[in-house]
């Protein structure tokens, strides 16, 4: 079946459409990752299934496959495009020992000590599995760490701070290096007033890691049927009747994990997350005289201490990589000023690559909760519905987890008490409720207007 084009100015927010059949944004990622996987194909005719799960990025095709792997039970993946079409085959591969926004020392102030290290723990643990994960599956992984940069002096008093919660509260093993260590150990980043170094940390290409993922689980009975969105569902007699282009799909359970390109005709998630633009570059590779001039020495990934950050790395073909955030809506998201903030990013960090030739420019949506954290839940306890968003960007190393996690609650299985008490996973994503539930919602197209004050804001607390 040909693909659609690509609409390079999609909205999630916006638009009840998710497409069907459409083609990937013009990745590296993409360019690079080679054949996908064959799949099933669109769902042409109705058709039963255990389980249906809606998206087809790390988070869905690792929940298929524990659910097959765990549980005995054999998946059907909706994927309303092609297969890993959103953040999997758009993000930066940084796979940290994170999830959502917040930091650890956030963890603290916001839900005290003792859930901050099972959250923490549970993490962490994520983490571990994902690295794993990517062990086994050949998605060039490069297990440097993460190397937090900070782009102020000022900032360094910041990093010193975290390095102390990481250290004496959780047990890490993080590491302040100066400037000139950044610089010799590293890469020349003129930027860099200083950095930590977080040791948990793995680079991955995201693509060819979810390709692994579903390759796994179809080895052991999970379908994927590409170009066939979700449309909606009604339930009759305890089984969901899920509408797609060609054909009905009749479940019992359903895992929805649609990460930013949820779109607000699905009512379980309608107003829970607000999309977020990321826009990424990848450069012609450098020559062995470029690598030199910057000092790259190594393929470990960075951010920046801006709230608006930068996420970049060396490619191990010598490409340099880079993003950051973007348009505040889809829109405008193809105009030039959006490119020109990553190819002036380039020019600051390292000056000896201005004006280089980029080959990749692309974007993506991030899904952003209102509370800066994850959910991994069942939203209404009397429908057999569950969902896994919210990773604000990090979900790279937990959405695998997560997806696990995602797989006992749909199976039914028993999780530990204390892990099911987490913030993560005992309460559902909601609006922030300050006007009332009802009003809130009301005035959830207005998101954006705020986004955009917000971003000003940023910018200034950024740079000036």
């Not at 998206?55 to 890993?84: C, D, F, K, R, W």
């Not at 060039?140 to 975290?162: C, S, T, V, W």
């Not at 260590?181 to 860099?192: G, L, N, S, T």
Request: net charge neutral.
């Amino acid at each position: 079946m040909p693909s659609v084009a690509y609409d390079p100015l999609y909205d999630p927010l916006t638009s009840l459409d998710p497409g069907s059949g459409v083609d990937y944004a013009p990745s590296y990622w993409v360019a690079s990752a080679g054949k996908p996987p064959t799949t099933d194909g669109p769902v042409t005719q109705d058709i039963d299934t255990d389980v249906v799960i809606i998206g087809s990025g790390s988070t869905g095709v690792s929940t298929a496959l524990y659910l097959a792997q765990e549980h005995g039970i054999q998946a059907t993946i909706l994927e309303a495009n092609q297969t890993a079409w959103g953040c999997s085959s758009r993000s930066g591969g940084q796979g940290q020992n994170a999830s959502g926004r917040l930091s650890r020392s956030q963890w603290i102030e916001r839900w005290g000590l003792d859930t901050a290290k099972k959250l923490d723990r549970e993490i962490y643990t994520g983490f571990e599995n994902f690295k794993e994960l990517a062990s086994e599956i050949d998605c060039d992984a490069f297990d440097g760490g993460h190397l937090y940069i900070a782009h102020r002096p000022e900032k360094m008093i910041y990093l010193q701070n975290e390095a102390k919660v990481r250290k004496e509260i959780f047990g890490y093993d993080p590491l302040l290096l100066s400037a000139q260590e950044v610089r010799e150990q590293y890469c020349d980043d003129h930027d860099a007033a200083g950095a930590l170094l977080e040791r948990e940390g793995v680079g991955i290409h995201p693509l060819k890691f979810t390709f692994g993922l579903l390759k796994k689980a179809q080895t052991l009975g999970v379908k994927i049927h590409t170009a066939s969105p979700a449309l909606g569902w009604e339930t009759i007699n305890g089984v969901h009747h899920i509408q797609t282009p060609c054909g009905v799909v009749r479940a019992k359970r359903i895992a929805i994990c649609t990460g930013g390109y949820g779109v607000q005709g699905l009512k379980p998630i309608k107003n829970k997350i607000l999309p977020i633009l990321s826009n990424s570059l990848v450069t012609r590779p450098l020559t062995e005289a470029e690598i030199k001039a910057c000092n790259f020495r190594s393929n470990a990934f960075l951010t920046d201490t801006r709230t608006l950050r930068f996420y970049y790395r060396l490619l191990k073909d010598q490409r340099l990589q880079i993003g950051s955030r973007s348009s505040i809506g889809g829109a405008d998201a193809s105009s030039p000023k959006h490119l020109k903030l990553l190819t002036d990013a380039i020019a600051r960090k390292f000056p000896p690559l201005a004006g280089i030739e980029i080959d990749y420019s692309w974007w993506g949506w991030v899904d952003v909760s209102h509370d800066m954290m994850p959910r991994i839940t069942q939203p209404d306890p009397t429908q057999p519905v569950w969902y896994a968003l919210g990773y604000g960007g990090n979900g790279v190393s937990f959405s695998t987890w997560a997806g696990k996690r995602l797989a006992g609650l749909v199976a039914g299985k028993r999780v530990d008490s204390d892990v099911l008490k987490l913030p993560i996973y005992h309460s559902p994503l909601e609006f922030p409720n300050a006007f009332g539930r009802f009003q809130s919602e009301k005035l959830a197209p207005f998101r954006r207007l705020g986004q955009s004050v917000l971003y000003k804001w940023y910018w200034f607390k950024d740079e000036k």
